[in-house]
């Protein structure tokens, strides 16, 4: 079995900073690609930032300059800081992994629980 568990989300005010962490467990080979989700009420789940293994990044237009995404490998954890948070920043945040089982040929996506982050004055 493949766990992410996710903390770090909260209440901030704007222009406040958060960071997320997300830390994969159990039968684990290789973690390929990581990333951040986040879904607002009422909107659909939409693309904040990916990593790869060997540290490229990319990030949706709205984040770039604010959020950084990063990973630590040995530990099998991604982070999302995030700093210059705005109310339009609220949804609940998702960590994805493509995970590679001991095993396997292929690796297969998981995801976390998420985690609320709400940006208000």
């Known amino acids: 079995q493949v766990q992410l568990v996710e903390s770090g989300g909260g209440l901030v005010q704007p222009g406040g900073s958060l960071r997320l962490s997300c830390q994969a467990s159990g039968s684990i080979f290789r973690i390929d690609l990581m990333g951040w989700y986040r879904q607002a009420p009422g909107k659909q789940r939409e693309l904040v930032a990916t990593?790869?293994?060997?540290?490229?990044?990319n990030y949706v237009d709205s984040v770039k300059g604010r959020f950084t995404i990063s990973r630590d490998n040995a530990k099998n954890t991604v982070y999302l800081q995030m700093d210059s948070l705005k109310p339009e920043d609220t949804a609940v945040y998702y960590c994805?992994?493509?995970?590679?089982?001991?095993?396997?040929?292929?690796?297969?996506?998981?995801w976390g629980q998420g985690t609320q982050v709400t940006v208000s004055s």
């Open positions: 990593i790869t293994r060997i540290g490229n990044t």
């Open positions: 994805n992994a493509d995970i590679l089982k001991p095993g396997s040929y292929y690796s297969y996506p998981y």
